[in-house]
């Protein structure tokens, strides 16, 4: 198994780009997470997902879009990239009452 | 949200040496998670922790549910072990909330 898997690791966007992050896991996790970590601070959820076709806002979700048409995949869309969206965006997933497992992160600047 | 506090926000040990780090929550939880992030910025599963004592290898954890608190503690401390150590409160929403962590630094 491949685990999380994250694209790209690494992006440079202009301000008002958009791009999508991709999130893939070959695990059959029914529950998908997007965090972004902020340097010198812990992980906020912007998303997540309990099954294909059902998606939640996490606790920082503007500026954000997700979708979850299979059970494998959780892509982040990012419409307007925005400076305050610099950061470093965790992909992870889980089973229930499992831990979860997160991907290597994509490190995304916005100039 | 649930709020996640860490202590201490930094450490420096000399290797060999053992430490504890406390994670206090402020509301009942489902679960707890401890991880550590390493140099390369990558999140490792350490432990799943509802409550009780769980061991593995010089690290072990403990989890007082009824008050609210964790432990992790590192024995023998390795040159390795350097990094952050998240925990993370995991609510009925199936949402993790994320402290500050603790930034460990373990000299030779």
């Known amino acids: 198994n491949a685990g999380v898997t994250q694209t790209p690791k690494f992006r440079i966007l202009k301000i008002g780009q958009s791009m999508t992050l991709q999130c893939t896991q070959d695990?059959?996790?029914?529950?998908m997470y997007w965090y972004r970590q902020d340097p010198g601070m812990g992980l906020k959820l912007i998303y997540y997902?309990?099954?294909?076709?059902?998606?939640d806002k996490g606790e920082v979700p503007n500026g954000y879009n997700v979708s979850r048409s299979t059970t494998e995949d959780f892509p982040l869309r990012l419409e307007l990239a925005a400076p305050s969206q610099t950061s470093v965006y965790f992909c992870?997933?889980?089973?229930?009452?499992?831990?979860?497992?997160f991907g290597d992160g994509t490190r995304l600047s916005i100039l | 949200g649930i709020q996640v506090e860490q202590s201490p926000p930094d450490l420096i040990l000399q290797e060999g040496a053992n430490s504890t780090l406390r994670c206090n929550f402020s509301?009942?939880?489902?679960?707890l998670q401890w991880f550590h992030q390493n140099p390369w910025g990558q999140l490792i599963n350490l432990f799943y922790?509802?409550?009780g004592t769980k061991q593995n290898g010089r690290l072990s954890a403990t989890t007082v549910a009824t008050e609210r608190y964790s432990l992790l503690y590192i024995s023998s401390s390795q040159t390795t072990d350097s990094g952050v150590y998240f925990c993370a409160a995991l609510t009925g929403a199936n949402n993790l909330f994320f402290g500050t962590g603790t930034r460990l630094t373990v000299i030779p």
């Open positions: 509301d009942s939880v489902n679960n």
């Open positions: 997902s309990v099954g294909a076709g059902i998606t």
């Open positions: 922790i509802p409550s």
């Open positions: 695990m059959n996790h029914n529950y």
């Open positions: 992870a997933s889980r089973l229930p009452n499992q831990p979860q497992h």
